[in-house]
């Protein structure tokens, strides 16, 4: 089974990229957004808890996260992979992701990171907010969550590079030239 997160800004193309890989290797997705926006659009306890957070550009606790992802992985097996895309954001999470799949007998094969620069990443967030009505797309929100991202976010790449997981994509160019470049990652993993 193959274990593969992609990692990324707000924006760096994370959700059209895991899409077009789930279609090309039947892998199963967690979206932590995804579920989380689901949580809030059926207004749970969880999703109004999660809103609170995600309204201030603000991540959500590690534990709250870790039981929703646990649970939401367990509902996909078995099958050939799964892709984890917004997940995890800090190192504690990478340690209780790496504890949770350790505990299935499997770990993480690759962290592929799409890089992009952050005023590509603006650009591309105010666009979604326009086009998807998204309510946390929108200038103050995103410079909050850009800043989240590279003071809380952006050090799982050292961590996971000293693990020999992390693989830098150019996130920039058309959607088949990057998909391809994910691809032959994952090719490498057997």
Known sequence: MKN?????????????????LVEKYAFRHISTGDVLR???????????????????????????????????????LPCEGVIFDGFPRTIPQAEALQDMLSQR????????????????LTERLLLRGKTSGR????AETIQARLAVY???TAPLA???DERGLLVRVNGVGSLEDINAALCAEINHLG
């Open 4 to 20: 593969i997160i992609i990692f990324g800004a707000p924006g760096s193309g994370k959700g059209t990229q895991s899409d077009l």
């Open 38 to 76: 689901a949580e809030i659009k059926n207004d749970t306890q969880l999703g109004r808890t999660a809103k609170s957070y995600i309204d201030k550009g603000q991540l959500i606790p590690d534990s709250l996260m870790i039981s929703i992802l646990a649970a939401t992985y367990d509902s996909l």
């Open 135 to 138: 309510a946390d797309d929108n």
């Open 158 to 160: 050292a961590w996971y």
């Open 150 to 152: 590279h003071n809380q």
């Open 105 to 120: 007998g499997t770990n993480v094969g690759v962290v592929l990171e799409l890089q992009v620069s952050d005023d590509l």
